[in-house]
C-alpha cells in the first residue's frame, strides 16, 4: 500500500483498498462536497517519475474529466500529491464482461446473442463518444468493462495503462489477446486500434474463447469445427474488426455498430474493407488526409497569368488581291441567324430532357408499392411490440432509402410518442419519441417501422 500520512491523498480520505495491480491502487473514499461514494485509482510512484510524465498524465486527466457519458465512469477530480498521481472516480457496482463469460463457461454455455447486444451497445455508445472528442482507450479488455447494476455498461480505463506503461513487442499479459498490433509493435495506433479490440472482445463475448494475439481468428475456427458457425454476415464483421492490418479494418466504432447492428436486422447488406497487401510486420496507420479539394489547394500553387504575348514585327507583304464578287450575303458576327439556331437545339434537348424526366417518374409513381392507410397518426401514444419479448433498433431515417445508422435499441414493451411518419418504399415508419432510451447525448427520439408498434 501506498504510505500517507492520515490515509489522506488531496481532500480525500482514504477508507479501504479495494483493488490493486502493478500500476495502480485503488480505495474507497467519500466525496467531500457531494457525500457520494467515490473510488481513488492512486498511480504507485515509480510510473509517476519525470516531468514529461506528470504532464501527460495531467492532460489525459483532464480530457477525461471533460467526458460525460452515461457509458463512460464520471472523473470528478484529480491531482498529483507527495509524488502520487490519482483520478477521483464515479463508484461503479457490478459484474465485469470477464466475469460473465467465465460465469457462462463455467456452465458450458455461451452469451446469448440478445444480452451480448446489450452489453454492446453501450460499448459502442461510449467509445464512440469518446473517439468524437479526441479520447482513445488502447488498452479495453473484458475486465475494462463493467456491467452496472442497473443494467447499463460502462467502460473503465481511458488511456490510463497505456500512458503509465506502453506495451513492448515482446510484452505478453493478460491484455495481449486484445491488443492491437499496431499497438503492441509500439505504435500509438487511432480509432481503428479500437476496433481491432472490440472486435477480439466480441469473439470471446459470442464464442467464449478468448482469441489468441497472433491468431484472433482461432475462436471462428474452432466453432466451424463444432458446427457452431456464426452466420456469414456476423463472421464478416468479426472478420472485417480484427483484420491485422488497420487499412483492411473496420475504420470506426461507428461503422462497426452500423455494420454489426444492420446484419442483425438483415436489412443492410455488409461491404467489406479492401483485403490487405501481405506483410511480416505491422505498419503504423497512416495519419489522416485533408480533404481532397483543400490537399489539391495547398499542393498545388495557383497558377499565374499568361505574359501578355511580345509583339514581333513582321515584314511587310504584298497587299492580298481583292475578293471576287459575291452575289450572296455575308454572314457577319452576330448574325441573328447563328444564335437563334442554337438557342431553338437548347430549347429542343431541354423539351425532350423533361418528357423523360416526366416519364420516368410517371412510372414509377405507377408501379411503386402502396403502403396502403397508416395505422397510427402525429400525437398516439405506441408501444414498441417484438416477437418473443426482443429488442428492435431504432433508427435515424427509413433504411429502404436510405442508411444513416443506428440511433439505440428499443425493447419490447417500452412506450412513447409519435412525432411524425412517412411512407417508405410501400410500408409505414414513425419518428417515435421514447422516453425510456433519453440519455444526455441523444434525446429518445427516431424512426421504428409499423410492424414494431401497436397502439398503447
Known amino acids: 500500500m501506498v504510505a500517507l500520512a492520515d490515509n489522506r491523498l488531496g481532500a480525500y480520505l482514504l477508507e479501504g483498498r479495494v483493488a490493486y495491480d502493478d500500476l495502480l491502487e485503488v480505495y474507497q473514499a467519500t466525496h467531500p462536497k457531494l457525500g457520494t461514494p467515490v473510488v481513488v485509482q492512486v498511480i504507485r510512484p515509480q510510473w509517476m517519475r519525470g516531468p514529461a510524465t506528470r504532464a501527460a498524465f495531467a492532460q489525459l486527466a483532464a480530457s477525461l474529466a471533460a467526458l460525460r457519458h452515461p457509458?463512460?465512469?464520471?472523473?470528478?477530480d484529480y491531482g498529483i500529491e507527495e509524488g502520487l498521481g490519482y483520478l477521483v472516480l464515479e463508484q461503479i457496482e457490478g459484474q465485469t464482461l470477464a466475469e460473465r463469460v467465465a460465469e457462462l463457461c463455467s456452465q458450458g454455455k455461451v452469451m446469448p446473442l440478445r444480452e451480448a447486444l446489450d452489453w454492446i451497445d453501450g460499448l459502442f455508445?461510449?467509445?464512440?463518444?469518446?473517439?468524437?472528442?479526441?479520447?482513445?482507450?488502447?488498452?479495453?479488455?473484458?475486465?475494462?468493462?463493467?456491467?452496472?447494476?442497473?443494467?447499463?455498461?460502462?467502460?473503465?480505463?481511458?488511456?490510463?495503462?497505456?500512458?503509465?506503461?506502453?506495451?513492448?513487442?515482446?510484452?505478453?499479459?493478460?491484455?495481449?489477446?486484445?491488443?492491437?498490433?499496431?499497438?503492441?509493435?509500439?505504435?500509438?495506433?487511432?480509432?481503428?486500434?479500437?476496433?481491432?479490440?472490440?472486435?477480439a472482445v466480441l469473439l470471446e463475448m459470442l464464442s467464449g474463447i478468448a482469441p489468441e494475439p497472433d491468431d484472433p481468428e482461432r475462436c471462428l475456427k474452432a466453432r466451424a469445427r463444432a458446427g457452431r458457425r456464426f452466420s456469414p454476415g456476423l463472421e464478416q464483421v468479426l472478420r472485417n474488426a480484427i483484420a491485422r492490418d488497420p487499412l483492411a479494418r473496420t475504420e470506426s466504432v461507428r461503422a462497426l455498430a452500423r455494420d454489426m447492428f444492420g446484419v442483425v436486422r438483415g436489412e443492410r447488406p455488409l461491404r467489406r474493407p479492401p483485403p490487405a497487401a501481405e506483410s511480416r510486420e505491422v505498419k503504423p496507420a497512416p495519419p489522416a488526409?485533408?480533404?481532397?479539394?483543400?490537399?489539391?489547394?495547398?499542393?498545388?500553387?495557383?497558377?499565374?497569368?499568361?505574359?501578355?504575348?511580345?509583339?514581333?514585327?513582321?515584314?511587310?507583304?504584298?497587299?492580298?488581291?481583292?475578293?471576287?464578287?459575291?452575289?450572296?450575303?455575308?454572314?457577319?458576327?452576330?448574325?441573328?441567324?447563328?444564335?437563334?439556331?442554337?438557342?431553338?437545339?437548347?430549347?429542343?434537348?431541354?423539351?425532350l430532357l423533361a418528357l423523360g424526366w416526366w416519364g420516368t417518374a410517371w412510372v414509377r409513381a405507377r408501379t411503386a408499392p402502396s403502403a396502403g392507410?397508416?395505422?397510427?397518426?402525429?400525437?398516439?401514444?405506441?408501444?414498441?411490440?417484438?416477437?418473443?419479448?426482443?429488442?428492435?433498433?431504432?433508427?435515424?431515417?427509413?433504411?429502404?432509402?436510405?442508411?444513416q445508422g443506428v440511433l439505440g435499441i428499443a425493447t419490447d414493451g417500452q412506450t412513447g410518442l409519435v412525432e411524425a411518419r412517412r411512407d417508405c418504399d410501400g410500408e409505414w415508419w414513425y419518428?417515435?419519441?421514447?422516453?425510456?432510451?433519453?440519455?444526455?447525448e441523444w434525446d429518445g427520439v427516431g424512426w421504428v417501422d409499423e410492424k414494431h408498434l401497436e397502439p398503447r
Open 373 to 403: 392507410a397508416p395505422r397510427f397518426s402525429v400525437g398516439t401514444e405506441v408501444r414498441v411490440s417484438v416477437a418473443g419479448g426482443t429488442s428492435v433498433s431504432v433508427l435515424r431515417g427509413c433504411p429502404t432509402e436510405f442508411w
Open 125 to 199: 455508445r461510449a467509445l464512440d463518444f469518446a473517439h468524437q472528442r479526441g479520447v482513445l482507450h488502447r488498452c479495453l479488455s473484458p475486465d475494462q468493462i463493467v456491467m452496472r447494476d442497473g443494467g447499463e455498461p460502462a467502460v473503465l480505463g481511458f488511456g490510463l495503462r497505456f500512458l503509465l506503461h506502453p506495451p513492448s513487442p515482446d510484452q505478453e499479459d493478460k491484455d495481449a489477446p486484445y491488443r492491437a498490433p499496431e499497438i503492441a509493435a509500439g505504435d500509438l495506433g487511432d480509432a481503428r486500434s479500437d476496433v481491432y479490440s472490440l472486435g
Open 71 to 76: 457509458n463512460i465512469p464520471r472523473v470528478y
Open 431 to 440: 419518428q417515435v419519441r421514447i422516453p425510456a432510451l433519453q440519455a444526455s
Open 289 to 351: 488526409k485533408p480533404a481532397r479539394r483543400e490537399a489539391i489547394r495547398q499542393a498545388s500553387p495557383r497558377p499565374k497569368p499568361p505574359p501578355p504575348p511580345t509583339p514581333s514585327v513582321a515584314p511587310p507583304q504584298a497587299a492580298p488581291p481583292a475578293p471576287e464578287p459575291s452575289h450572296s450575303r455575308p454572314v457577319e458576327d452576330g448574325n441573328p441567324r447563328a444564335w437563334r439556331g442554337a438557342l431553338a437545339m437548347v430549347l429542343a434537348m431541354t423539351a
